[in-house]
């Protein structure tokens, strides 16, 4: 079946097996599925393998520096709030490279949906320890294993009051796409932090050891309830997969700028009050 979203596949430029092909196929269908269209859509990456999805998405697409993706996701969106802006790009842009940017957009709350696509490796430039990387693994640079810990994105988001908090496994497809949709459709920021293999770099953290190493949140789970997802947040084998946190009632950074208290309209779309504008620049004179 085709799908609205699909461009310019034949380019793609991943190893046969990896999962950025599931991610960008589930992405795909989940937004189909929410009935957007592709003008309605910006896909904002910075570099990396999973940077490229962007690429590989009808809709509007920035493509930036690494690390950086996510404040111009912010800043498209305080811009057009018409448009839906999505984040995707790895471990080590998300969290690494552009780790105080993560901090500062939850913190913002940007109303943007940041898909982390997490093979705890820095895939692109050929297998060295990314942020995510288990310690003690051994990778062609750190030859007697990692001695940083790991960062654990969903703890932060957790300790930081994200919006909306979920970790996925591209290996449950269905899962994943229903994650996608509510994260997608939640108004203020969203993390889905995505395990998504990296078969050529990554041998610990393969397809089967994801499967072996996560499991479904219980039916029963309140992901409103901060303190017991604080404490799901540190659970890490195995690790819990679906909503793990939301806390909806805050206002998306977008609304709270005064350019959008009477007038819920992007700036372009209005018209210029040249008077205004004349006074404004006229009371600012020094006589
Ligand atoms: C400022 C800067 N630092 C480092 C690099 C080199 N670099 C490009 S991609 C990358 C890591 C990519 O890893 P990740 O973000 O996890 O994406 P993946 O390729 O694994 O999907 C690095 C270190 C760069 N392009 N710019
Ligand atoms: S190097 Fe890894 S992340 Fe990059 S395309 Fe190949 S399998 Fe995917
Ligand atoms: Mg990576």
Redesign the pocket.
Same mark, same amino acid.
């Given at each position: 079946m085709t799908n609205s979203f699909e461009y310019n596949m034949e380019a793609v430029a991943w190893c046969p097996g990896c999962g950025n092909f599931a991610l960008s196929r589930i992405l795909r269908e989940a937004l189909e599925e929410l009935g957007k269209k592709p003008e309605e859509m910006v896909f904002v990456s910075?570099?990396?393998?999973?940077?490229k999805t962007a690429q590989y998405m009808k809709g509007h697409m920035f493509n930036g520096?690494?690390?950086r993706a996510l404040p111009v996701a912010m800043a498209i969106k305080a811009s057009n709030p018409e448009l839906t802006v999505i984040v995707d /790009?790895?471990?080590? %842009?998300?969290f690494?490279?552009g780790g105080n940017h993560f901090n500062q957009q939850i913190l913002r709350n940007s109303d943007i949906t940041v898909i982390s696509?997490d093979?705890q490796?820095?895939?692109?430039?050929k297998g060295q320890a /990314?942020p995510t990387s288990e310690k003690g693994m051994k990778t062609p640079v750190q030859v007697y294993g990692v001695t940083n810990e790991p960062i654990n994105p969903i703890a932060a988001a957790v300790a930081l009051d994200a919006s909306f908090v979920a970790r996925a496994f591209v290996g449950d497809m269905e899962n994943t796409k229903k994650i996608f949709k509510q994260a997608i459709s939640n108004k203020g920021f969203s993390l889905v932090d995505t395990f998504s293999p %990296?078969v050529s770099f990554n041998k610990l953290n393969t397809f089967k050891w994801y499967k072996e190493h996560t499991y479904a949140l219980e039916e029963n789970y309140d992901p409103l309830n901060r303190k017991e997802a604080f404490g799901k947040a540190l659970e890490t084998d195995p690790f819990p997969l679906g909503i793990i946190y939301r806390n909806s009632s805050k206002k998306p950074f977008w609304e709270m700028n005064i350019a959008y208290e009477k007038d819920k309209r992007p700036l372009f779309k209005r018209k210029l009050d040249l008077n205004a504008l004349k006074k404004l620049i006229e009371s600012k004179k020094i006589h």
């Open positions: 910075g570099i990396g393998q999973a940077a520096l690494h690390g /790009s790895g471990d080590g %842009c998300t690494g490279e696509h093979n490796i820095y895939g692109l430039t /990314s %990296c």
